[in-house]
């Protein structure tokens, strides 16, 4: 089992950049794949990008293809999300994840079993 912490997120500016961080509590988190998902006001909750236990392949969704960078440190128990070129259509609550999948070529919200608490990021000028 495991539990996360996350920390991160805020306001930026269109362009802009933010980070968002998971660290995560209990055993075995190098055999997970972690995840980023997101949740803007009205509409469901989406993957975006998730990165595999086994050899750190990674995903990202169209939306956020080319402008966020997802990784992990299993000696610090410890996944990054890092955002560039941020753009208003990004604003949402942002959450990581952790799950015994790994797809690479989408996220599904009921492969994924343990959550972080969600952090806001907001985009505007």
């Known amino acids: 089992q495991l539990q996360f912490v996350q920390s991160g997120g805020g306001l930026a500016q269109p362009g802009g950049s933010l980070r968002l961080s998971c660290v995560a509590s209990?055993?075995?988190?190098?055999?997970?794949?972690v995840g980023w998902f997101r949740q803007a006001p009205g509409k469901e909750r989406e993957g975006i990008s998730s990165i595999s236990a086994a050899d750190s392949s990674t995903f990202y969704s169209d939306s956020v293809k080319g402008r966020f960078t997802i990784s992990r440190d299993n000696a610090k128990n410890t996944v990054h999300l890092q955002m560039s070129n941020l753009q208003f259509e990004d604003t949402a609550v942002y959450y990581c994840?952790?799950?015994?999948?790994?797809?690479?070529?989408?996220?599904?919200?009921?492969?994924?079993?343990?959550w972080g608490q969600g952090a806001q990021v907001t985009v505007s000028s």
């Open positions: 209990g055993r075995n988190f190098d055999r997970y794949t």
């Open positions: 994840a952790a799950g015994w999948s790994y797809r690479p070529t989408k996220m599904y919200l009921n492969e994924f079993e343990y």
